[in-house]
Nanobody
Framework: QVQLAESGGGLVQAGDSLRLSCTISGRTFSSHAVGWFRQAPGKGREFVAAMRWSGGGDGVRYADFVRGRFTISRDRSASAVYLQMNSLKPEDEAMYFC????????????????WGQGTQVTVSS
């Protein structure tokens, strides 16, 4: 069994930064990937970023709308994956989730089998 827990969300102003954390417990393998998704009220779950948990190459992938502003990273010693979010915009406001899948990082939410409960990011203009 794998459990994921997000933290680091909050209320910020447009242009500010936040770092989200995803702590992973349970067995993890080099063949796993971790992704970040977000969901705004009334909208579907949207891919943000993903990367390999370990192994050769990090396989980082980003959604076009966050490229250059958000950075995904990992710290295996802390069993954590992070999402550094800079230059936040009001349209970034959403519940942010991390998730795990077996295999390479992908952009489809249905590819991921274990999910955290989410952390809310609110951006005021």
């Amino acid at each position: 069994q794998v459990q994921l827990a997000e933290s680091g969300g909050g209320l910020v102003q447009a242009g500010d930064s936040l770092r989200l954390s995803c702590t992973i417990s349970g067995r993890t393998f080099s063949s796993h990937a971790v992704g970040w998704f977000r969901q705004a009220p009334g909208k579907g779950r949207e891919f943000v970023a993903a990367m390999r948990w370990s192994g050769g190459g990090d396989g980082v992938r980003y959604a076009d709308f966050v490229r250059g502003r958000f950075t995904i990273s990992r710290d295996r010693s802390a069993s954590a994956v992070y999402l550094q979010m800079n230059s936040l915009k009001p349209e970034d406001e959403a519940m942010y989730f991390c998730a795990r899948r077996v295999g390479a990082p992908t952009t489809g939410a249905s590819d991921y089998d274990f999910w955290g409960q989410g952390t809310q990011v609110t951006v005021s203009s």
